[in-house]
């Protein structure tokens, strides 16, 4: 008669056989999480269909934490939990933590050094339980993809050097703006460009005047070429009597597909920051 697996495995030792038919209740799954940016508290992320688990290369670029968390309670107090990490073509880690028994979660903080060596490649979880009886148990496993970061350069206005002050009288009616193509883009990052020109208005109030929003669709694979009307700089100045002007622009992106949603990883970089001169030319 053929011996079933289990058996044939455990043949050697049947009271260690024993030990181990009797615990193997169902280990709860991991759970992945990670920061938008290290001054955000980490949030869950979702499995996306087509994409499966990720993690945003800005999370490993900025030092944010990368986390898994496991449910320990199906497991006996005084039991140890071991995580095992590997990338594709790396070295395979481990980590391990106690469970005390009072912990709603066990937490392991997946080092910087083993998330950066891992960037643009998929990483292979696992854990296994050794309860205090000395027998051991696997838990469910868990894949992910870390992301490249996305390369997102500085804006390029027509005229005007990077962070130097906009002299609009020295601009034509109408001007240009490049938003230069950024790679490692995928559609669901969305991404669209974000114009606000601010002030301090007649009360004394800074804030935003004009706030457009461009659509970039393509940038990811060319430069995007977008009209600026002179205009949108000179106004508050000229008929809402601003002070203190200047125009802000921004690449506004997802990190991650959904489910996960744009509130948890929605994310404003700053590509320009200009101070725009009071025109001297009488009304544009």
Not at 75 to 93: C, I, N, Q, V, Y
Not at 247 to 270: F, K, Q
């Amino acid at each position: 008669m053929k011996m079933p697996k289990s058996l044939v495995r455990f043949s050697g030792d049947p009271a260690r056989h024993f030990q181990l038919s009797r615990v193997r209740e169902p280990l709860s799954p991991m759970r992945l999480f990670a920061q938008r940016e290290p001054a955000f508290s980490a949030r869950e992320v979702l499995p996306a269909e087509g994409w499966g688990l990720l993690v945003p290369g800005e999370t490993v670029v900025d030092r944010g934490s990368t986390s898994i968390r496991i449910d320990p309670q199906t497991s006996p107090p005084g039991s140890t939990f071991f995580l095992h990490f590997e990338a594709d073509g790396g070295d395979r880690h481990e980590q391990s933590l106690p469970y005390i028994g009072t912990e709603p979660a066990l937490i392991f903080f997946l080092p910087q050094e083993w998330m950066s060596a891992a960037m643009a490649k998929n990483v292979t979880l696992g854990y296994e339980v050794q309860r205090p009886d000395g027998s051991r148990v696997e838990g469910p496993g868990m894949s992910f993809r870390i992301l490249p970061a996305l390369e997102i350069s500085p804006i390029q206005i027509e005229g005007v050097e990077y962070g130097e002050d906009i002299d609009t009288d020295q601009l034509p009616e109408t001007f240009n703006m490049t938003v230069e193509r950024i790679r490692n883009l995928e559609n669901f990052h969305g991404a669209r460009m974000r114009f606000i020109v601010s002030g301090v208005d007649p009360d004394g109030w800074y804030g935003p005047h004009l706030d457009y929003h461009f659509d970039l669709e393509g940038v990811g694979d060319e430069a995007q070429i977008l009209p600026v009307i002179r205009t949108w700089l000179t106004g508050p100045y000229l008929y809402y009597g601003y002070t203190d002007v200047d125009v802000a622009i921004y690449v506004r992106w997802t990190m991650l597909p959904p489910p996960n949603s744009t509130d948890n990883w929605g994310v404003h970089t700053l590509i320009g920051r200009n101070k725009v001169l009071p025109p001297q030319a009488g009304l544009a």
